[in-house]
């Protein structure tokens, strides 16, 4: 069983759409993240959430969204997409907040034309 | 803010040569460390960690990791490189209190692997 999974693993959209980005993890954890990885291969953490409540919010436009259904899943939703967008999105979860290993998704590496 | 530096973003060696990928920190505390893999189209994975414990931290795939306070470094080595270690190396720091469990990454370095 993957530990943490993201779907779709290929994005392919156009500039100004809107897409949104699944995670789910089944390792029980209360905290997820989503990083940004640019085409430097440079990682940037961008929001966290502990137990469906936002605890990081890095300086990233308002057009990300975050959505944590429950402590299993944290969703990502960008709105008007640019071209500096693209870029691969990781999720990651970690047994909790103050708890130091993260587990990282395969990533899903979105391109916006 | 802590921040890490990885000196040479792209480090080759010879097949069972020796492996040393350089991370420096910085921090007014020492902080928790970490080296991370990333293999070509796939997520991280967690090598090792320092959290104030052994200084000497040994991980997977024979990777190990010596945390030197007075060099403000935590440099990634293994003895003898394999084919297989090819991939993109990331060293990370995590404050010891605060900041909830945000991780800073390097820039992360490129090793390659020749015969």
């Known amino acids: 069983d993957t530990a943490v999974s993201q779907t779709p693993k290929y994005l392919v959209t156009q500039m100004g759409n809107d897409k949104s980005i699944k995670c789910e993890q089944n390792?029980?954890?209360?905290?997820m993240y989503w990083y940004k990885q640019d085409s430097k291969k440079f990682l940037k953490i961008m929001f966290s959430?502990?137990?469906?409540?936002?605890?990081i919010n890095e300086t990233v436009p308002n057009r990300f969204s975050p959505k944590s259904p429950d402590k299993a899943h944290l969703n990502l939703h960008i709105n008007s997409l640019e071209l500096g967008d693209s870029a691969v999105y990781f999720c990651a979860s970690s047994q909790d907040d103050s708890y130091y290993e993260q587990y990282f998704g395969p990533g899903t590496r979105l391109t916006v034309t | 803010a802590q921040s890490v530096t990885q000196l040479g973003s792209h480090v080759s060696v010879s097949e069972g040569a020796l492996v040393l990928l350089r991370c420096n920190y910085s921090?007014?505390?020492?902080?928790?460390l970490f080296w991370y893999v990333q293999y070509p189209n796939q997520g991280l994975q967690l090598l090792l960690k320092y959290t104030s414990a052994a200084t000497l931290v040994k991980g997977i795939n024979g990777f190990e990791a010596e945390f030197k306070k007075s060099e403000t470094s935590f440099h990634l080595t293994k003895p003898s490189a394999h084919m297989s270690d090819a991939a993109e190396y990331f060293c990370a720091v995590k404050p010891v209190t605060g900041g909830g469990n945000k991780l800073t990454f390097g820039t992360g370095t490129q090793l390659k692997v020749e015969l």
């Open positions: 959430y502990n137990n469906k409540e936002l605890i």
């Open positions: 390792l029980g954890h209360d905290t």
């Open positions: 921090s007014s505390v020492p902080p928790y």
